[in-house]
């Protein structure tokens, strides 16, 4: 089956995300990159498209004219992925969304609430797709946690524990002056309200919401910036009331040294555990109460369906993130080709616009709850 | 030199931490078990007593006995162990102070705020020493983590993460009929106020205030029972912050399957980073900003001085939970010989009434919190 | 830049490696397959490349036919990959680069020793690159291992530990009749006089040579066949004399439960050691001797520029198996162009010619050495 | 029950495993150190006596003069450790066992051949028990393992990896004066033939025979002394053939750098797998076949009776290296009583002569193989 004809917007030179998403655009041969708007100006745009392969009448200075000479083609993108800051979200999104074109989305959905809104609004009104990169959903051995709480095999949960430290930020690495990466996500007007709850903690909770089943009713956050100068908060301490009763605790940090990317997820229920960490994503504990505790592999004896079908290698060889974000592009080009053929796509554990909006509640939710020294905020 | 005369209250049959007390103080043969007052009836403390190889003459039915006929002996007990029940730790602890006899005792202080002001007083008036077994602090590894942060190797503290979950009151273990641990944990008037918070969370909160040589200011506590019945807390999850401006987060749990002891500690600085488990206790993860993370191994290359003191054997060969607690039975050892010899004992690693009672003000304050919807309380 | 045109050879439905080598050569963009025999007759061919999205003109039945043809097109292909049983690797990678077409193959080099010979006069009579996919040693923190000890980080090389161990032939998989990887791998007459040592012994046999920079001058090894009516060894004991004094042993094994793909490396010098395991790649211990272990990661603070130039994303983003194998192939892309323009290529870290007739010197001394009773067998 | 009355053979200042065999008797009580040949002069004994609290008049200048005098007193000790280097095992150990006095030795056996068959005779000849320290098989989760594999867990045993790497010795630290350790443990008229394959291959090899319940039939040894000077093996490799058709590998190594005391023992039947390492001994990996991984901790969910039997604390609350070697300790106290009541001793799990002589022969073995360029050596 030919590939999916993609665009992107964002992802010139440096930009760490962009190459992540055309790789993951690739592994499973289901997207092929034909068009950009990846940089501010046509000149560099083109420099950034010619090093990928890119035809120059194809790389654009700006989403809209790409929008409008892409959706006049017979051969157009029929999907664009947006990889730009938290601020250049929605207005592409809308753009592309508007001509019938799929996106697939960066996250988190946008940097203000006004963005969301304008973005949900077209969302709905367009018969066109919209996929939110929560990646880490797309890990198989998450896959399996998330169905392994449906099953009910820790029976009512109890307690999640769900954490993302990272370390990069210990230092006013926006003060530089070389760190684009720092400057636009400590940046209110480009990131949003939120730095690390944004950056990350949508992450932390998307995940934790994503495998319980569960939604968050309520928080109370208190949030730092322990670097001097910095704008938003490096490090979030946040207590977590789920519907149903469950309880929880979400702690994101970009200043605890020794942490890279150490997004880690613990459930608890009445009859069993699970834990899982993302830089060591092939491994899942399972502890099932008054049993010894298991550790099921990606691939090996204990993984389940759900697990193996987003799965390219035998238990031993170990997938990674590249993989984990392939599994969203390989889902949104699956829900694509239903669309196409005018088919209800399964959009079961492809995270969209409803993820996105319980992001952007939760941000909001964190910033108010944390100007009123961390009352309880109902999402 | 001769092993210091030591008694015990509490700690016959099922008493499980009344023979972690007497391991302890036998490892180092600094103790020597004499007397006791291991039952609530002359006839079962012989027998428990006859078990350990004390005389019939010296298990006495009650700590009152012990006290008036012990401190008349001129081999009379010089150190008492006092492992019973929490609302059972001031009375035998005040009998003996008074008498001018060391107390070790187990923790938390007391059951009630009434017998912490009383034991204090005692206390504060008496010649003898009073320890708490904090044990943790016993650790190595622990010892040096507080080393390395008194000595600025993590620079300001920012961020301290401590919980202790375990799985053991999953179920209603309190409520068969067969678990007399499982029963008087959850009773409060034996127990106290605290249910987890009483148990371990306040072992969290003592280890996080040693290792990182802060004080919790206030705190914020959303308190679960989350077993039908249960007259206590069973989770915790607890928002800090520490005077200075560090901010943390306490877990503690007695629901989360799979965790038996599962005790750990994360501090993280303006430099660098350390952290410790209680089920591995012989590492220490020590990350100095932008530089590979470092395993330092008790009797290993990394190891301090401070930890080697309080070491047995070399690298490799593990230590555990009964050496560590050991090291508060020695630590007390020496504090007692240098009272007998009219020196100044050295209490700087020996927790005491002031762990103590900073251990009865977080669980006060946690209840009281937890009262008011997770309130910010000072401690 | 335009990909590379690749033909596949072998690869069919239900084969394991040609979809490794189809992800690995698509993960950077740097080849297109556009070609291929896939299966033994021209239908099947067409059925499996019709899955792939080739044209049926370019799925052909044989290499024969696709050498002949291929050659023959403006847009032929410009390298093939060749992920047949052993026994049938020699015969197109001869036809192949008879016509000036790189080869990219699967290890080992051939089943047999007249192959073997057969291949390397091809080779060496061709002006086409000759790549051998020992995958292993594209992972970034092998290529840091193998800098570290150029680098003498390590000192003089002592003692090199290299062991592979599976349990997926702990039973007798091949007699099932539904496991075809199981029946060639332990067919003699497709695999080789080998078995573990054919399969997975190489690997370790390469990883260990690849990484200290040393060759074995000699072995002694002891091969079994646990399981009744096998026909090929599946666990292998081999002690290795390294040329300049380093000794070792090489453990490798398809019967040993628990074990997925566990390849796992361990080098001491005079100076220092270093420890890798391929299951957790994205780590690589490394210890000074008489200083803490530092646990080095891909894309942290320790690694290396040599690692940093394969790899994709930063620290805490863990890159598996297909970026390891990815990576072997980018290599072979920049080594073809350079080859295209008139260049000399890199080939200082891809597998090649030499380093597959090592190891079929390798298997060939464990067999005979295991005739011998584990007698000492030159290589 | 009162302590057995007990005397130590060395074990003066600065001995390592003096103290630890002191600490091991402690722990559970069941020993009190009563009189000492600590030292080989009555001066230095007395002073090292001292300090351990022994009365004067019980500090001996010779393990002679001790033997004639405690066999004389009333009072005199029951049981004799003997922590001397390994040449002065045999001659106190004929000593006491002539007198009827229990021995408790460290390991290996002796130094030489002549020795040990003297130290048979003797053993043999006298009604007091003899055992030998080989500590780790004192661990709960390696008498768990042992269970498990008696019961058939494992199926018919395959393959058994056994190493036992250290790097104290990477230097030539008996070279510097200042380091009694390694001067008598390199130095073959104290040590034996043996370096490394005495002092922890025999531990290796004897937890392997204990675990698998199998004999080594015969072994090909390749032996290194890598550090110049050095006068015995600093490194072995060992190719094992046991009875009954399973196979093994040995490596043991004072030369790898960032090993502290890494013993570690894996086992593979026809079933299933069990791993188990030495520095963190709280765990034991479980393998079934076609089954996830199953981690078993002491004291937790998974543990038998027969590891619960030898452990004093719940799961998660870790005992290390004491624990164990006080596990030989109060293994031999119940035969000692045993014995004393005219009982047969259950000596089931204790290694005695046979360990010892198997220890030995595992020894001249090596030496043997080695001195052939690693023949095939039977034991």
Redesign the interface.
């Given at each position: 089956?030919?590939?999916i004809r993609l665009g992107m917007i964002g992802g010139g030179k440096d930009a760490?995300i962009g190459?992540?998403h055309?790789?993951a655009a690739?592994?499973?041969?289901e997207f092929e990159l034909v068009a950009g708007a990846l940089s501010s100006t046509p000149e560099k745009s083109r420099a950034s498209g010619a090093a990928?392969?890119l035809s120059p009448d194809r790389c654009y200075g700006s989403f809209d004219d790409m929008a409008v000479a892409e959706s006049a083609r017979a051969d157009g993108v029929q999907a664009v992925a947006i990889v730009t800051p938290n601020h250049m979200h929605a207005a592409p999104a809308i753009a592309f969304l508007a001509r019938g074109i799929h996106v697939i989305c960066d996250k988190p959905l946008t940097a203000t609430a006004e963005q969301a809104q304008a973005l949900e609004q077209a969302v709905r009104a367009s018969r066109a797709l919209f996929i939110l990169t929560h990646n880490y959903t797309g890990y198989p051995m998450i896959r399996q946690a998330r169905a392994m709480v449906a099953a009910g095999d820790l029976g009512a949960i109890?307690?999640v524990?769900v954490?993302y430290p990272?370390?990069w930020l210990?230092?006013p690495a926006e003060q530089t002056g070389e760190n684009k990466q720092a400057e636009w996500r400590t940046d209110p007007a480009r990131s949003g309200a939120g730095g690390s709850i944004g950056d990350i903690g949508t992450h932390a909770h998307n995940l934790a919401c994503f495998v319980s089943g569960l939604k968050v009713e309520s928080l109370?956050a208190?949030l730092?910036s322990?670097v001097p100068g910095r704008r938003v908060d490096d490090?979030a301490?946040i207590?977590l009331?789920f519907q149903g009763g469950a309880?929880?605790?979400l702690?994101c940090?970009q200043?605890?040294?020794?942490?890279?990317?150490?997004l880690r997820l613990?459930i608890?229920?009445?009859?069993?555990?699970l834990?899982w960490a993302?830089?060591?994503?092939?491994y899942l504990?399972?502890?099932?109460?008054?049993?010894?505790?298991?550790?099921?592999?990606r691939?090996?004896?204990?993984a389940m369906g759900v697990a193996n079908a987003v799965s390219?290698?035998?238990?031993?060889?170990?997938?990674?993130?590249?993989?984990g974000f392939a599994n969203i592009y390989t889902g949104a080009a699956a829900a694509i080709r239903a669309v196409q053929a005018g088919q209800t796509p399964d959009l079961d554990a492809l995270p969209g616009l409803d993820a996105g909006l319980d992001g952007m509640r939760f941000i909001t939710a964190c910033v108010d709850s944390a100007a009123q020294?961390?009352a309880?905020v109902a999402l």
């Open positions: 089956m030919a590939p760490f190459a992540v055309r790789i690739r592994i499973d041969g990928l392969g109890r307690v524990q954490e990272q370390d210990t230092e109370a208190d730092q322990f490090n301490h207590l009331r309880r929880g605790m702690w940090s200043v605890a040294p020794g942490n890279e990317n150490a613990r608890y229920g009445e009859k069993g555990g834990e993302q830089e060591d994503p092939n504990w399972y502890t099932p109460f008054g049993q010894p505790k298991r550790l099921l592999t691939g090996g004896a204990g390219r290698t035998p238990g031993g060889h170990p997938e990674g993130y590249l993989e020294d961390a309880w």
